[in-house]
């Protein structure tokens, strides 16, 4: 669904496109000098449409793309306002003059018409030169780069997860027990025959919530009773054959991971048949769509043995999946709540709960509260506050800049990077109807239908076939709400 005009990526060049599509036609035929000159420039911009759609989707781009990226943004909002203010001087259609005075009139309208039709003449010309030099400037200066520079690859803190000792984990006792019992317990839905074979927990919840870990937690302690095991990550881009490898290895107790032999097919062919009358138990962790579980879940035969699955998800639809297709339960993952932020939180500075002196009680109150009882933001925070001198003016100047300076700092590089996959996740249409939230005041109480309609003012959506831009923008809203970031 293109539901938007406006994209975070192409600025207004789709309506630009547009605007300028509709300078080609019928109506406009008349201004003959200029219309090739129009259809270059359209063709022309179609193409850039494209690439900055394409660039849009690469979590680091290059620093010099994105120079390129931003001059592309700034130049579609000048052709903009040339072609509204060129459409509006020649939008009056002619009109029979009667009486003298009125065909003075006329005569000089008509010769405003022919100066503006003039000025979109040449002002297309200078447009077409600006984005020429732009992207000039962008090849020649991308050109001289003669060595390609290094850089150390971030390591993701969800791979770190698991190897955190419990001891060192806050209100994971909890949920643990919560999802070994969903895991024990009968499903009323099953026939009895299923009640002994294969039964899955699907944890849902947003990015740093602690997901991995607490799947990590309770494959550790039940793994043990099975014949097979298997811990797996899929991620947000994943390569099936190499899941599926993955898996092989790892219930099988020897190396496929380095092989290069087997399709798809042939890998899940392999694993039924090794899983075949044996006891499994199995995480499926940081699942993304609806069409990597379908591919994973044929690996897993329900047989007469016992077999336990767990996934972790941030999408409400890949958890529902996940659960209709075995006997399931779906388990939201919770925030940490006041008590236990603040012992993780303190834990992590000072040598004990106790030990946070008071001057930094109400400032570190504060900061959790900004943290949300989110796992992964309170880590990250501490991080950065324990290579900071424990001064009321320093925390203050951390607590202050949560949510708009932090993401310059390298003690929260990981946690920038978890919560950012989200948002690469995102088609650009949802992009742009994500950020305007941050129109809104911190804390504020935001109207889901005022919300929607300032969407479609801003021209973020418009209606399309049979519906309406509110029904699209209802769209927009829960599939916002399903992957989790409202």
Same mark, same amino acid.
């Given at each position: 669904?293109?539901?938007?005009?406006?994209?975070?990526?192409?600025?207004?060049?789709?309506?630009? +496109?547009?605007?300028?599509?509709?300078?080609?036609?019928?109506?406009? #035929?008349?201004?003959?000098?200029?219309?090739?000159? +129009? @259809?270059?420039?359209?063709?022309? %911009?179609?193409?850039?449409?494209?690439?900055?759609?394409?660039?849009?989707?690469?979590?680091?781009?290059?620093?010099?793309?994105?120079?390129?990226?931003?001059?592309?943004?700034? %130049?579609?909002?000048?052709?903009?306002?040339?072609?509204?203010?060129?459409?509006?001087?020649?939008?009056?259609?002619?009109?029979?003059?009667?009486?003298?005075?009125?065909?003075?009139?006329?005569? *000089?309208?008509?010769?405003?018409?022919?100066?503006?039709?003039?000025?979109?003449?040449?002002?297309?010309? =200078? *447009?077409?030169?600006?984005?020429?030099?732009?992207?000039?400037?962008?090849?020649?200066? #991308?050109?001289?780069?003669?060595?390609?520079?290094? #850089?150390?690859?971030?390591?993701?803190?969800?791979?770190?997860? +698991?190897?955190?000792?419990?001891?060192?984990?806050?209100? +994971?006792?909890?949920?643990?027990?919560?999802?070994? @019992?969903?895991?024990?317990?009968?499903?009323?839905?099953?026939?009895?025959?299923?009640?002994?074979?294969?039964?899955?927990?699907?944890?849902?919840?947003?990015?740093?919530?602690?997901?991995?870990?607490?799947?990590?937690?309770?494959?550790?302690?039940?793994?043990?009773?099975?014949?097979?095991?298997?811990?797996?990550?899929?991620?947000?881009?994943?390569?099936?054959?190499?899941?599926?490898?993955?898996?092989?290895?790892?219930?099988?107790?020897?190396?496929?991971?380095? $092989?290069?032999?087997?399709?798809?097919?042939?890998?899940? !062919?392999?694993?039924?048949?090794?899983?075949?009358?044996?006891?499994?138990?199995?995480?499926?962790? =940081?699942?993304?769509?609806?069409?990597?579980?379908?591919?994973?879940?044929?690996?897993?035969?329900?047989?007469? !043995?016992?077999?336990?699955?767990?996934?972790?998800?941030?999408?409400?639809?890949? $958890?529902?999946?996940?659960?209709?297709?075995?006997?399931?339960?779906?388990?939201?993952?919770?925030?940490?709540?006041?008590?236990? !932020?603040?012992?993780?939180?303190?834990?992590?500075?000072?040598?004990?709960?106790? =030990?946070?002196?008071?001057?930094?009680?109400?400032?570190?109150?504060?900061?959790?509260?900004?943290?949300?009882?989110?796992?992964?933001?309170?880590?990250?925070? !501490?991080? *950065?506050?324990?290579?900071?001198?424990? $001064?009321?003016?320093?925390?203050?100047?951390?607590?202050?800049?949560?949510?708009?300076?932090?993401?310059?700092?390298?003690?929260?590089?990981?946690?920038?990077?978890?919560?950012?996959?989200?948002?690469? =996740?995102?088609?650009?249409?949802?992009?742009?109807?994500?950020?305007?939230?941050?129109?809104?005041?911190?804390?504020?109480?935001?109207?889901?239908?005022?919300?929607?309609?300032?969407?479609?003012?801003?021209?973020?959506?418009?209606?399309?076939?049979?519906?309406?831009?509110?029904?699209?923008?209802?769209?927009?809203?829960?599939?916002?709400?399903?992957?989790? *970031?409202?």
């Amino acid at each position: 669904m293109e539901a938007a005009l406006v994209s975070v990526a192409t600025g207004v060049l789709k309506p630009v +496109i547009g605007k300028l599509t509709v300078l080609l036609g019928n109506e406009y #035929k008349r201004f003959k000098t200029v219309r090739k000159e +129009i @259809k270059s420039l359209t063709n022309e %911009l179609a193409a850039m449409e494209a690439f900055l759609l394409k660039m849009s989707e690469e979590e680091d781009p290059d620093v010099q793309d994105k120079v390129w990226m931003n001059e592309v943004r700034e %130049l579609s909002y000048d052709m903009e306002d040339a072609i509204d203010d060129f459409m509006q001087s020649i939008g009056d259609k002619d009109e029979k003059p009667d009486g003298f005075i009125e065909k003075i009139k006329n005569s *000089l309208g008509k010769l405003g018409k022919m100066k503006a039709h003039r000025r979109i003449g040449k002002e297309i010309q =200078d *447009l077409k030169k600006q984005i020429k030099e732009v992207g000039e400037r962008n090849a020649r200066y #991308k050109g001289r780069q003669t060595f390609t520079s290094t #850089k150390n690859e971030t390591v993701d803190p969800r791979a770190l997860a +698991i190897f955190e000792h419990a001891s060192n984990l806050v209100g +994971i006792d909890e949920p643990k027990a919560e999802i070994i @019992k969903l895991l024990a317990q009968e499903d009323v839905r099953a026939s009895e025959q299923q009640q002994q074979q294969l039964k899955i927990v699907s944890i849902v919840g947003s990015g740093g919530m602690g997901k991995t870990t607490l799947a990590n937690q309770v494959y550790k302690e039940l793994k043990g009773q099975y014949e097979c095991w298997a811990f797996v990550s899929v991620s947000r881009n994943p390569d099936m054959a190499n899941i599926l490898r993955t898996i092989l290895s790892e219930v099988a107790k020897k190396d496929y991971a380095t $092989t290069e032999a087997g399709n798809i097919q042939q890998l899940i !062919s392999e694993i039924i048949d090794f899983l075949a009358d044996k006891r499994y138990f199995v995480v499926v962790d =940081d699942i993304w769509d609806v069409d990597t579980w379908d591919i994973i879940k044929r690996a897993f035969p329900a047989t007469s !043995s016992t077999i336990r699955i767990i996934t972790t998800t941030r999408m409400n639809s890949v $958890t529902h999946l996940c659960c209709s297709s075995f006997s399931g339960h779906i388990y939201n993952i919770r925030a940490l709540d006041m008590v236990h !932020s603040r012992q993780l939180f303190h834990t992590r500075l000072f040598k004990s709960d106790e =030990d946070c002196p008071s001057y930094l009680q109400e400032i570190s109150k504060q900061i959790l509260k900004k943290c949300d009882g989110l796992p992964l933001a309170i880590i990250a925070i !501490s991080g *950065l506050l324990a290579n900071t001198e424990k $001064t009321k003016v320093l925390w203050n100047q951390v607590k202050d800049s949560i949510g708009h300076a932090l993401e310059r700092n390298p003690s929260v590089e990981g946690m920038m990077k978890i919560l950012s996959l989200s948002y690469f =996740d995102l088609p650009p249409y949802l992009k742009i109807c994500l950020l305007y939230l941050s129109m809104y005041l911190e804390d504020s109480t935001i109207e889901k239908e005022d919300l929607i309609r300032r969407w479609i003012a801003e021209g973020f959506i418009h209606r399309e076939g049979r519906y309406t831009a509110y029904e699209l923008g209802e769209r927009c809203f829960n599939e916002l709400l399903n992957r989790g *970031l409202i």
